[in-house]
């Protein structure tokens, strides 16, 4: 309790005496749109990151979840407020792959990255009392029984159905995709036993692991991963993957492309000061994800490969219902 | 065990912690009530609120809330028509015959009374049969969720009023309205005509706030001139011998609650519908016909979604799988504070699950306090005339629904269902079969869809399924038997003298 009220007596000083950053900016109160429902990994950093963004910037910034739609309200409603900084998109990898799924025609290239903070890295999960030991024992059983073997998803474009993809195109296997809600229900099916195997990322699924109640058998990355290092890399068995990886679902906060130069730096420098506090550098270790820090060209060079290498997985599984070569997506 | 009493105790010993539990459950009961403001928007404003603070004052306060949330959706239910939060929705089907038949005072009193039985029943399960509850509630597959819709949707039933063909237009209204948006599996939009507002579907509280009180409120202008009912509040507290009448069906109603809260797919809405089911189909001599003022259709579903909240800790904490929405966004909240919630929280913090299990208890106490007092403020909400409640209640629904998502495309859903609804009303036919849709249309859809697609598409496995797994052939038999018990072949046999004279 005392350090409740030292922490409101200490944001009121700080509030009084800040200056405000370049030529005014910002004014009044900003507001902070989160791509997802409350509880998600994008809700989760967005609330941990943005009272240390409101002590840099010396305002609040109100947030509101609005999710639905695979992330296209939120992103569509952001770039529909005045290009002025004031509304904060804080989004996941999606809007990348609205555009082959002929969801929106709204992406990344529509904004600005003002930090990417959090890169995750997908697992191969089976319940623990599985018969497979290695990704080569799952593999086996897909080719003995074509479209047996159920794997839990995420939705045709999800996390899931990408690495799922991935083993289709280099293994050649079949299995039956039964599609969740999101990573949550896909693994308490998983231990319900409900479905065989699921791709999820590593924050998801870190504390199940932790407890024994699943196996890894394959982490999607080009060299072992470092959280599970006994886990073979998934370039061990397909080592013509290599040129995707590493591929996962990535975190940031994006504004209108068009917003002023200064604003945009006053907002970068803000948020990528809060992005490297150790409070959240910390909060995104135990999170499970890995934490990095891009902006600006660097950032948009980095959703690009995303989109591109996505995009053509999606199409060359069928999924994609616009082609990525009409949006002018390169190969990857 | 004495260091786990110890930990029970913590809250109630210490007084910014107490504090902290009757603040967070007064201004539960006011957010439950007010519609569009609901427990889970709170409890994730309350994350960054409490950002700085110690683990578990984040924790009371926000237990407090969830408490007071899901019994505060009862008092709107009860008095306007409006249920508060989708769990009070089936507390609206006799709560509000009773505020018109002027016993608003009393129906408070009695859902006050059994939500408190409700939720302290949640929580000696989540108490003593957590880890066992968690296992069983695992074990629910794709297809047993299906089948749950199945058994809420046959409720259609007993909704329909006169018209049992009304009922089943409205429910497959609900339904259709249920469907709108994106399809959860295939990322496909169904009905969105291309519409970007469409994409994220028609917010179901939305078509609440609609379908039940502004429909209610348009349809009252028809009778503008009369005054308000007059409520009769000499008696307020239940009596001792009205509590244990009513003690087995609130029992009743609790277990399911509690199992059905403890399922990762369905909440306390879902709950409460099946529980006044179960009253409905149970209870032989209700006090008044069902939904016409019967104290029976109150008690079963306020139990049933006290009894929720308890049920929703026990995945979450046992797993670090959530129960429903608020418990997902608590999940998030044990993670900011540094705690790792998954299945070795227990083992690793077992401090923490008794904590909130004493939290919880004494949240349900701070509840039967405030519950009980102002209901004769709050009866006056029923006695106000026509004239000037019908505005504040259109005025409170524009607000609640603009508040779900800061989204005007709800609002105007709402008040064009509002006006739909006024029709149908005016045609007869009963709303509640259209909330029914909504809610259940949807998880039927998935559900079936993924019970399905685990067996290739064979429809013979599935069948197959449904019988030979315990929990799916246990769902499968209530399933048939409730329809059975209502032709007259099940009549019959129900009379073996008659058959004998045959």
Redesign the interface.
């Known amino acids: 309790?005392r350090?409740?009220i030292a922490?409101v007596v200490a944001g009121i000083i700080g509030m009084a005496t800040l200056p405000a950053a370049a030529d005014g900016f910002p004014a009044r109160d900003l507001q902070g749109i989160i791509m997802w429902?409350?509880?998600?990994t994008t809700?989760?950093l967005a609330?941990?990151l943005?009272?240390i963004v409101e002590e840099k910037l010396g305002r609040k910034v109100v947030?509101?979840?609005?999710?639905?739609?695979?992330g296209?309200?939120s992103a569509?409603y952001v770039h529909a407020r005045p290009a002025d900084g004031y509304t904060i998109l804080y989004g996941s990898e999606s809007p990348q792959i609205h555009g082959v799924?002929g969801?929106?025609n709204i992406s990344y290239k529509d904004f600005v990255a003002l930090a990417i903070f959090a890169d995750t890295t997908p697992t191969v999960l089976v319940r623990n009392d599985a018969p497979w030991k290695s990704l080569a024992d799952l593999v086996a059983a897909m080719k003995a029984e074509p479209?047996?073997i159920?794997m839990g998803s995420t939705?045709?474009?999800g996390t899931a159905a990408i690495v799922g993809t991935m083993l289709k195109m280099s293994a050649g296997v079949t299995y039956?995709?039964?599609?969740?809600?999101g990573e949550?229900?896909t693994?308490?099916?998983l231990?319900?036993g409900?479905?065989d195997f699921t791709p999820v990322t590593y924050p998801a699924a870190?504390?199940?692991i932790?407890?024994g109640?699943v196996r890894v058998l394959t982490v999607v990355h080009p060299t072992p991963y470092a959280p599970l290092p006994d886990v073979p890399p998934v370039v061990a068995d397909y080592p013509e993957l290599a040129k995707y990886l590493p591929w996962g679902p990535f975190q940031g906060v994006f504004v209108r492309r068009d917003t002023p130069p200064d604003v945009v730096g006053a907002l970068t420098a803000a948020y990528r000061a809060a992005a490297a506090d150790p409070r959240f550098v910390g909060?995104v270790k135990?999170?499970g994800a890995t934490h990095i820090l891009v902006s600006g060209a660097e950032a948009d060079a980095l959703v690009t490969r995303w989109q591109s290498i996505t995009s053509w997985l999606l199409d060359a599984a069928g999924a994609a219902k616009v082609s990525p070569a009409s949006l002018g997506i390169p190969r990857p | 065990m004495p260091q786990a009493l110890e930990y029970f105790l913590m809250s109630w010993t210490d007084p910014?912690l107490l504090g902290l539990i009757a603040a967070g459950t007064f201004a539960g009961i006011y957010i439950g009530a007010l519609p569009g403001l609901s427990v889970?928007?709170a409890?994730?404003i309350l994350?960054?609120f409490t950002?700085?603070?110690?683990v578990n004052?984040a924790l009371a306060l926000m237990g407090g809330v969830f408490c007071g949330g899901v019994y505060g959706g009862s008092r709107s239910a009860i008095l306007l028509n409006i249920p508060g939060t989708p769990a009070a929705v089936a507390t609206a089907f006799d709560g509000y015959p009773l505020a018109k038949l002027g016993e608003a005072g009393k129906a408070i009193g009695v859902s006050t009374v059994v939500s408190v039985i409700g939720g302290y029943l949640g929580i000696l399960v989540l108490a003593i049969a957590a880890p066992m509850v968690s296992e069983v509630a695992?074990?629910?597959?794709?297809r047993d969720y299906l089948l749950l819709a199945i058994i809420g949707l046959l409720l259609v039933g007993s909704l329909s009023g006169d018209s049992l063909a009304k009922g089943l237009f409205a429910a497959a209204l609900g339904v259709i309205i249920g469907m709108v948006?994106?399809d959860?599996?295939?990322?496909e939009?169904r009905f969105t005509f291309g519409l970007?507002?469409l994409?994220?579907?028609i917010s179901y509280v939305a078509a609440m706030i609609g379908f039940f009180g502004v429909a209610e409120a348009l349809f009252q202008i028809r009778q503008l001139g009369t005054a308000g009912v007059k409520q009769d509040v000499s008696r307020i507290l239940p009596a001792w011998r009205t509590v244990f009448r009513f003690l087995p069906l609130s029992i009743r109603s609790s277990v399911i609650g509690v199992i059905i809260g403890a399922l990762?797919?369905t909440g306390g809405d879902i709950a409460a519908l099946i529980a006044y089911d179960q009253a409905k189909r149970t209870v032989t001599n209700p006090s008044r016909p069902f939904g016409q003022g019967a104290y029976e259709g109150l008690v079963a579903p306020e139990s049933a979604n006290n009894a929720a909240v308890g049920g929703t800790y026990i995945?979450m904490l046992t797993?670090?799988?959530?129960g429903d929405?608020v418990t997902?966004?608590m999940?998030?909240a044990l993670?900011?504070h540094?705690l790792?919630?998954?299945?070795?929280?227990m083992v690793e913090t077992p401090h923490l699950f008794w904590f909130i299990v004493g939290g919880l208890v004494l949240a349900n106490s701070f509840l039967l306090v405030f519950g009980l007092t102002g209901i004769r403020l709050f009866t006056r909400v029923a006695e106000c005339p026509r004239g000037i409640l019908i505005p504040i209640i259109i005025l409170l629904s524009i607000i609640g629904t603009y508040s779900i998502?800061?989204?005007m495309v709800d609002v105007y859903w709402m008040l064009a269902f509002g006006i739909l609804g006024y029709f149908l009303k005016v045609y007869r036919f009963e709303l509640g079969p259209i909330i029914l849709g909504v809610i259940l249309g949807p998880l039927m859809d998935?559900s079936f869809r993924?019970a399905i697609?685990?067996q290739?598409g064979s429809t013979l496995g599935l069948l197959s399924d449904l019988v030979s797994h315990p929990i799916s052939a246990a769902l499968t038999a209530a399933a048939v038997l409730l329809v059975l018990n209502q032709t007259p072949l099940w009549r019959r046999l129900r009379r073996p003298g008659r058959v004998a004279a045959l």
């Open positions: 309790m350090r409740l922490g429902g409350p509880g998600g809700d989760k609330r941990v943005t009272p947030l509101v979840n609005k999710a639905g739609g695979s296209a309200i569509q799924l969801l929106s479209g047996k159920r939705g045709p474009a039956a995709d039964v599609p969740f809600e949550g229900p693994l308490t099916a231990q319900g409900h479905i870190s504390e199940l932790r407890s109640k909060f135990d999170l | 910014s889970t928007m409890v994730s994350i960054s950002f700085t603070w110690d004052a695992l074990m629910f597959a794709p948006g994106l959860p599996l295939t990322a939009g970007v507002p994409l994220n579907g990762p797919g995945p797993l670090g799988i959530p929405a997902a966004i999940i998030g993670f900011i540094g790792k919630p998954g299945p070795l929280l998502q800061n989204s998935v993924r697609l685990s290739e």
